[in-house]
């Protein structure tokens, strides 16, 4: 096979598929992954799994790797020659390439003797380069990513993927082995690695790509859950060079239901009684992406917002029945969120601003209009009600932790009002208090009468680094703020700390009775959170 393999490369048996690769906050193409096929002139496809480990038992893959580094550089080039969006290619380099020591400067003529960036090229390392690790397979990394090439670590999860390997190397991506994603959401096992894995890549600073999605129940688990990229059979099977090309011109995006974070679709409503300003409207303003619907007047707009969601109204003002001020008036007592625009050639001044004035209109923009002028305006008007619905989400969301703090807070006086009565009676162990209080959905830590560390809850350990965690010291050493503030804050009394660079709120009680004390309870509260 080895020979055959050899013959392939000079005979035209090889051919690159690619398998996009879709973004879950935006649903676009944001990559693809070179993939080798060898068509055999007599037993026809070979699998990669076939041939792969043949060349990776000798030097063979070193020059298999340089064809597909070049085959994938001609075809950027097709794309952008051919003036579409050429997506990051990424390509396999496995541990031998990575120990060559002339692999690096081979890549970089590659490259600039095809016209092709490091940006466009992404390279996908095995785990198992994670137990050769030495002094110039750092140096190669470092040189990678001064070059500009993006990294990605394949097939997390299957091999080496210790974290005391895996935080010296500077990787963008961590892929999720296929093996994790096959049986979610079901598979309760999975869903707890795949959770990990998100979790821990993300706090190292890199981005996740799950390999292998297939169904609509996968995708979705995996945006709900923080995944930001997918790549499978859901968003497309590997495709040829030519069917590559047709995507990219397609343009293919994910649904936006499946999209994490997404924003539903921006609809425009355009109310005039002259079809033809309607339709001059809809050309002009279709390109921008919006859902947009019409209405011959005040009355029909009112139908129209009664039965869809609207952000943005463009009105006429000069209407038979009702004027667009009229209407607009109307649209702000019945659906107060929307954003209201006034377009007319009369220009009834006092009537408009005293519209403006109260409210009932955002802009008023005249007949006849700049092309532009009108699209950056509603533009405008789309960014500001964007900004609406933000702050109104957070207030929501601000809202809803108020409630929990004060629930906390209650579950802490009455966690702290029975620790006094059980150190009264002396009927409860210390063990039942700790679980008690692992339970508190916030950071607890308690210290003794010396300010020693003598216990830290679940949610503590969440924001304190577990290298810094250490029963037994003082709290000025675990976190300097709340020691200093024990001591200048009465008990019960807010103040501003600041845990590893993360702005919280903190108070302190006195556990036991109010004139024999036996140690404190500090809490602390999420800066953001805390009203």
């Given at each position: 096979?080895?020979?055959?393999?050899?013959?392939a490369?000079?005979?035209?048996?090889?051919?690159?598929?690619?398998?996009?690769?879709?973004?879950?906050?935006?649903?676009?193409?944001?990559?693809?992954?070179?993939?080798?096929?060898?068509n055999?002139?007599?037993?026809g496809?070979?699998?990669?799994?076939?041939?792969?480990?043949?060349?990776?038992?000798?030097?063979?893959?070193?020059?298999?790797?340089?064809?597909?580094?070049?085959?994938?550089?001609?075809?950027?080039r097709?794309?952008?020659?051919?003036?579409?969006?050429?997506p990051?290619?990424?390509?396999?380099?496995?541990?031998?390439?990575?120990?060559d020591?002339?692999?690096?400067?081979?890549?970089?003529?590659?490259?600039?003797?095809?016209?092709?960036?490091?940006?466009?090229?992404?390279?996908?390392?095995?785990?198992?380069?994670?137990?050769?690790r030495?002094?110039?397979?750092?140096?190669?990394?470092?040189?990678?990513?001064?070059q500009?090439?993006?990294?990605?670590?394949?097939?997390?999860?299957?091999?080496?993927?210790?974290?005391?390997?895996l935080?010296?190397?500077?990787?963008?991506?961590?892929?999720?082995?296929?093996?994790?994603?096959h049986?979610?959401?079901?598979?309760?096992?999975?869903?707890?690695i795949?959770?990990?894995?998100i979790?821990?890549?993300?706090?190292?600073?890199?981005?996740?790509?799950?390999e292998?999605?297939?169904?609509?129940?996968?995708?979705?688990?995996?945006?709900?859950?923080?995944?930001?990229?997918?790549?499978g059979?859901?968003?497309?099977?590997?495709?040829?060079?030519?069917?590559?090309?047709?995507?990219?011109?397609?343009?293919?995006?994910?649904?936006?239901?499946?999209l994490?974070?997404?924003?539903?679709?921006?609809?425009?409503?355009?109310?005039?009684?002259?079809?033809?300003?309607?339709?001059?409207?809809?050309?002009?303003?279709?390109?921008?992406?919006?859902?947009?619907?019409t209405?011959?007047?005040?009355h029909?707009?009112?139908?129209?917002?009664?039965?869809?969601?609207?952000?943005?109204?463009?009105s006429?003002?000069?209407?038979?029945?009702?004027?667009?001020?009229?209407?607009?008036?109307?649209?702000?007592?019945?659906?107060?969120?929307?954003?209201?625009?006034?377009?007319?050639?009369?220009t009834e001044?006092?009537?408009?601003?005293?519209?403006?004035?109260?409210?009932?209109?955002?802009?008023?923009?005249?007949?006849?209009?700049?092309?532009?002028?009108?699209?950056?305006?509603?533009?405008?008007a789309?960014?500001?009600?964007e900004?609406?619905?933000?702050?109104?989400?957070?207030?929501?969301?601000?809202?809803?932790?108020?409630?929990?703090?004060?629930?906390?807070?209650?579950?802490?006086?009455?966690?702290?009002?029975?620790?006094?009565?059980?150190?009264?009676?002396?009927?409860?162990s210390?063990?039942?208090?700790?679980?008690?209080?692992?339970?508190?959905?916030?950071?607890?830590?308690?210290?003794?009468?010396?300010?020693?560390?003598?216990?830290?809850?679940?949610?503590?350990?969440?924001?304190?680094?577990?290298?810094?965690?250490?029963?037994?010291?003082?709290?000025?050493?675990?976190?300097?703020?709340?020691?200093?503030?024990?001591?200048?804050?009465?008990?019960?009394?807010?103040?501003?700390?600041?845990?590893y660079?993360?702005?919280?709120?903190?108070?302190?009680?006195?556990?036991?009775?109010p004139?024999?004390?036996?140690?404190?309870?500090?809490?602390?509260?999420?800066?953001?959170?805390?009203?």
């Open positions: 096979m080895a020979k055959e393999l050899q013959l490369i000079s005979a035209n048996e090889l051919e690159l598929h690619y398998q996009p690769k879709a973004d879950l906050q935006t649903g676009l193409l944001v990559g693809v992954e070179a993939l080798l096929r060898w055999h002139a007599t037993c496809a070979i699998p990669p799994s076939a041939f792969i480990r043949v060349a990776e038992q000798s030097d063979l893959i070193i020059q298999l790797g340089e064809w597909v580094i070049r085959q994938a550089c001609t075809d950027i097709s794309w952008v020659n051919a003036k579409l969006d050429a990051c290619v990424a390509i396999n380099v496995s541990p031998k390439q990575l120990q020591a002339g692999f690096s400067m081979r890549l970089s003529e590659i490259l600039k003797s095809m016209q092709v960036t490091a940006d466009q090229i992404s390279l996908e390392i095995t785990e198992n380069i994670l137990m050769h030495n002094t110039d397979i750092d140096q190669l990394f470092k040189d990678f990513k001064e500009g090439y993006k990294l990605s670590l394949d097939d997390f999860g299957t091999g080496y993927s210790a974290l005391s390997y935080k010296h190397f500077p990787f963008d991506y961590v892929k999720i082995d296929q093996s994790f994603v049986e979610l959401p079901h598979n309760s096992d999975d869903v707890s795949s959770k990990a894995i979790s821990m890549a993300h706090s190292m600073g890199m981005k996740v790509i799950a292998g999605v297939e169904t609509e129940a996968q995708c979705k688990f995996l945006s709900d859950n923080m995944c930001d990229e997918i790549q059979y859901f968003f497309s099977v590997p495709l040829s060079i030519k069917q590559m090309t047709e995507f990219l011109q397609e343009s293919l995006v994910l649904d936006k239901h499946l994490r974070m997404g924003k539903p679709d921006r609809t425009l409503l355009l109310v005039d009684d002259e079809p033809n300003i309607l339709n001059a409207l809809k050309r002009l303003l279709r390109r921008d992406g919006y859902q947009i619907l209405a011959g007047g005040g029909e707009g009112l139908s129209i917002l009664e039965k869809n969601s609207v952000d943005v109204i463009i006429d003002q000069r209407m038979p029945s009702m004027t667009g001020v009229e209407f607009l008036r109307n649209a702000k007592k019945l659906y107060p969120d929307t954003i209201r625009i006034v377009l007319s050639g009369y001044l006092q009537y408009i601003t005293d519209a403006i004035n109260e409210g009932a209109i955002y802009k008023f923009l005249t007949k006849p209009w700049d092309d532009e002028q009108i699209r950056a305006n509603i533009r405008e789309f960014h500001y009600k900004m609406e619905d933000e702050n109104r989400s957070l207030n929501l969301q601000i809202q809803t932790k108020n409630q929990e703090l004060v629930t906390a807070n209650r579950q802490l006086a009455e966690l702290v009002k029975q620790k006094q009565k059980q150190i009264t009676l002396g009927q409860l210390l063990s039942i208090v700790r679980e008690v209080l692992q339970y508190v959905p916030l950071p607890i830590i308690a210290v003794d009468d010396e300010d020693m560390v003598v216990f830290i809850n679940s949610s503590a350990e969440q924001v304190i680094p577990q290298s810094r965690i250490e029963l037994g010291c003082q709290i000025e050493h675990l976190i300097p703020d709340v020691g200093t503030g024990i001591k200048e804050h009465s008990e019960g009394m807010w103040f501003p700390v600041h845990v660079q993360k702005p919280f709120n903190a108070q302190w009680k006195n556990m036991g009775e004139n024999k004390p036996s140690g404190k309870i500090v809490m602390l509260i999420d800066d953001r959170m805390h009203h």
